[in-house]
């Protein structure tokens, strides 16, 4: 009879286990706004999603339309050294993504009113080498 007990509890103690450790394998509501250098891996994309390739020294968008409403640049470092992705215009302050390593991406959500917005890499001296984009929202 102690034997069968010991196996119940064992057997209890690993079924808590498991279920312990299939609830902590939640998904995230990482958003990628603490302003650590880790970027989220897996992010909810709010509004229009765009995609902002990144390299040596250039950064290339996958629209250049823009009407008025809410962005998430999902910033891809293809190059190969770090780069963030910065923008800036009317109603948005210089908001950045975290520094990316090679073949890291993060996503910048914004919201778009009409007017010219800059997109940059502010890493020094990349902005100077060509990793500027300006668009036009309307």
Known sequence: MGALRGR???LLCALVG???L???CGGSSDTGGSG???PATSASVAGTKVTATEKE???SLSTMTFA???YTFEAQNAGTMPHDLTIAGPGVTQQSTPTLQPG?????TATLQPGTYELWCSIPGHKELGMDVKIQVS
């Open 8 to 10: 119940s509890t064992a």
């Open 22 to 24: 299939v609830v902590g």
């Open 18 to 20: 498991t279920a312990m």
């Open 36 to 38: 650590g250098n880790t």
């Open 104 to 108: 890291d991406t993060a996503p910048l």
């Open 68 to 70: 008025p409403g809410v």
């Open 57 to 59: 020294y250039s950064i």
